[in-house]
């Protein structure tokens, strides 16, 4: 577990309704209903906190009840937090909805790396000893998905997955005439390298930690999320090496994101304006 504190939040939206009904008796009972409820997710959400440590390592827990837009005041708060955890979808959400509003919205404006928590069934079903799997490919934000993955990896006590897709492109999308299978060893044997040569630095600071290679020629996203389907957790960054300047969120971390059935650490730096 990370040793930091851990803020709680509930925010409650402004209700959408205009002055000629805010006097109304429903509209005082539901807002005081909705300082109850909110008080009550809190609370459980506290009780959750302390079943999950121990009480020696347990952390410091504070809580909040906001009024305000959910997406802008979540926002705010990741300026100064280490990482915003939300789950995939709220209580209102879509049945087959693949992303919330609240999450895509951390996801896309969020200041600091955002976890977001996918199917609890499929969670507790799979191994505490389940590897933890990372996207690379060499753009700062995967760098910092990296650094990630080999923290929680190591506080775990589990294995890496690092998957390197040197190409966008899967062997079945190149022209016949210019591919053949001896050229995709001499290219797999270099981009083995260029992984290795990018996780040494953090195989060193983690010797704990036991790396499997993964390098593909394919699409990075499906090769993710057949990862994901015995892993506990998935980091990517957020947008990749062909991300452009003020980019939000990459295709890949979009998908994955989407389609993941586990939490999905999506690795983002400080916004500069």
């Known amino acids: 577990m990370r040793n930091v504190p851990i803020h709680l939040v509930h925010v409650i939206a402004p209700m959408a309704t205009s002055e000629g009904w805010s006097g109304l008796p429903i509209i005082a009972n539901y807002a005081d209903w909705q300082e109850e409820r909110a008080r009550e997710i809190i609370e459980q959400a506290g009780k959750v906190v302390a079943e999950a440590t121990s009480t020696s390592r347990a952390p410091h827990v504070t809580s909040e009840v906001l009024h305000a837009a959910i997406v802008p005041a979540l926002v705010d708060l990741s300026k100064s937090a280490d990482m915003v955890v939300v789950g995939c979808r709220g209580h209102d959400g879509v049945a087959g909805a693949l992303l919330g509003s609240v999450s895509s919205g951390l996801a896309h404006h969020a200041h600091c790396p955002v976890a977001v928590i996918h199917d609890e069934d499929v969670l507790e079903a799979r191994s505490p000893q389940a590897a933890v799997v990372v996207g690379i490919d060499g753009s700062p934000t995967s ?13 775990r006590g589990v ?5 390197h897709a040197w190409s966008d492109m899967g062997p079945l999308d190149f022209p016949s005439t210019n591919w053949a299978p001896i050229e995709w060893r001499n290219i797999e044997d270099q981009e083995k390298e260029v992984l290795a040569e990018r996780l040494s630095g953090w195989q060193e600071r983690y010797p704990d ?3 499997r290679k993964v390098v593909v020629c394919d699409r990075p996203a499906p090769r993710l999320l057949e990862q994901a389907k015995t892993a506990q957790l998935l980091v990517v960054g957020s947008h990749g090496r062909g991300g452009f300047p003020g980019m939000l969120l990459g295709s890949v971390s979009r998908a994955v994101v989407n389609s993941a059935q586990i939490p999905v650490i999506i690795a983002r730096r400080p916004q500069t304006h």
Request: charged share 30%.
């Open 143 to 155: 760098e910092l998905a990296t650094d990630i993955a080999f923290d929680e990896a190591s506080r």
């Open 159 to 163: 294995e890496l997955v690092a998957l």
């Open 209 to 211: 930690v036991v790396v």
